[in-house]
């Protein structure tokens, strides 16, 4: 059986720097009636759980380490039984929420998961925070952009582990280089598409998005 894309959405409050903002959140999952990936578990672990079922996790991956997008990963995977995936550089951010839970594997730039015979590719897209990575699964001309890219503009920057020319060089150099009709799934918000979003970048940069 072919992977599919799910989607869920949760809400909660978004914390950092003394902030707090409630939001809502973007949770998918790729894979099959068999097994599926996790991308973002926020917020509501239950919600996650029940829309899982009984599918074997191959992984819960963490697009960013923000309190928004892991604070229900570590009782996802736990009650799952799927490891933990994040990048290196957002382990600040990651122990700012779960200090007693390590994450059970790194995420690194060129790196795959797989899923229903489904290959999701780890492209590093720092900026919104140090560690922000996308997931870019070409058979289903798909890209996973968390918190970098979303419809009408690049991530939040001007915070701890943050920067916007960063954020920028990112989508530049490697978002925006994927196929122009790639769908952007993004960690908030509707979806988008490479190509609906590529002309507009000169623009982001003069204002300073």
């Not at 779960?98 to 995420?107: I, S, T």
């Not at 799934?185 to 979806?191: E, K």
Request: charged residues 15%.
């Amino acid at each position: 059986m072919s992977a599919r894309i799910e989607h869920l959405e949760t809400f909660g409050t978004f914390n950092l720097d003394g902030g707090a903002w409630e939001v809502s959140n973007n949770v998918w999952l790729v894979g099959d009636d068999e097994e599926t990936v996790v991308i973002d578990p926020a917020h509501d672990a239950a919600a996650v759980l029940e829309a899982i079922g009984g599918r074997a996790v191959a992984a819960v991956v963490c697009t960013h380490a923000h309190n928004d997008h892991v604070n229900a990963a570590a009782k996802v995977a736990d009650e799952s039984g799927g490891p933990i995936l994040i990048h290196p550089d957002d382990e600040p951010l990651w122990r700012a929420v779960h200090p007693d839970r390590d994450p059970d594997a790194w995420l690194a730039h060129g790196g795959t998961v797989t899923v229903a015979a489904t290959t999701l590719r780890v492209l590093a897209t720092p900026g919104h925070t140090w560690g922000s990575v996308s997931l870019y699964a070409p058979d289903l001309g798909a890209v996973f952009s968390g918190d970098t890219l979303f419809s009408g503009g690049p991530g939040a920057t001007g915070r701890s582990y943050s920067s916007f020319p960063t954020i920028i060089a990112s989508i530049r150099d490697t978002l925006l280089t994927l196929p122009a009709d790639t769908v952007v799934h993004t960690g908030h918000g509707p979806t988008t598409t490479i190509g609906t979003e590529a002309p507009h970048l000169d623009d982001w940069i003069q204002r300073g998005f």
